[in-house]
């Protein structure tokens, strides 16, 4: 069976650290003053990141700079979904949520931006010494991270590959029923999507999207060390 793109498999990093990123929504230098107070070493460390990679922000241009560089690592987030369909999207709607940089580039940039978009998977799988630890932007719909994984790796489309990225790039059912049934097979499921005000974790489900793009109203970005699956950042 040839491997889905729609996954990303990582081994072990025996060179350093794995972190993890809410979502950015443009805001790129405020992360990269985070990434700095942590001491992240690009030679050597990896940043994986929860999707939701540009709206909002005023640093959207910088995510072609940041999608080439090798120790970063994205999943597809619902508003990185909008660059991937923006030819049929709901343009209204996603100019209400942050859009505008978009609708502002030229045809051949929007063009460009959408390539690099379409290549991002919808999960990420990373080895940590403890087992593996997923990444999805918003949930896993299956009680088990294998179950998803069987579904992309088995080439499901049409109807049926739409719902489940409906779950994995906009649900929010788990959180806001307080699930804490968790998801099989994983050490640790790292999702994004909806802000919390401090990390907060249901079973092994972590949730690190702490409003680092809306730094006005006391947000700030947490960094996720997947060994260890304590924060780095903010500092204590």
């Given at each position: 069976m040839t491997p889905s793109p729609l996954i990303r498999r990582f081994a072990p990093n025996p060179q350093g650290r794995d972190l993890a990123v809410g979502d950015i929504h443009g805001h790129f230098a405020l992360l990269r003053l985070a990434l700095q107070e942590v001491g992240f070493n690009p030679a050597r460390d990896r940043l994986f990141s929860v999707g939701d990679l540009t709206d909002r922000g005023p640093e959207c241009g910088e995510v072609l700079h940041w999608l080439a560089s090798p120790w970063f690592h994205p999943v597809c987030g619902n508003h990185d979904d909008y660059v991937c369909r923006y030819e049929s999207c709901d343009r209204e709607n996603w100019l209400q949520n942050g859009g505008a940089w978009f609708q502002r580039l030229t045809p051949a940039e929007q063009a460009q931006f959408a390539i690099h978009y379409r290549a991002l998977p919808i999960a990420i799988e990373v080895a940590t010494p403890a087992g593996p630890v997923g990444l999805l932007h918003a949930d896993c719909p299956f009680s088990s991270w294998q179950g998803l994984l069987d579904q992309l790796d088995a080439g499901v489309s049409g109807g049926r590959l739409r719902a489940i990225?409906?779950?994995?790039?906009?649900?929010?059912?788990?959180?806001?029923r307080l699930d804490e049934s968790g998801v099989a097979d994983l050490v640790a499921?790292?999702?994004?999507?909806?802000?919390?005000?401090?990390?907060?974790?249901?079973?092994?489900?972590?949730?690190?999207?702490?409003?680092?793009?809306?730094?006005?109203?006391?947000?700030?970005?947490t960094l996720l060390d997947l060994g260890s699956l304590t924060p780095l950042f903010p500092l204590p």
């Open positions: 990225k409906n779950v994995c790039l906009w649900s929010r059912r788990r959180i806001e499921l790292v999702v994004g999507h909806t802000p919390v005000s401090v990390p907060a974790r249901l079973g092994n489900v972590y949730y690190i999207d702490t409003g680092g793009w809306y730094p006005d109203e006391g947000g700030y970005f």
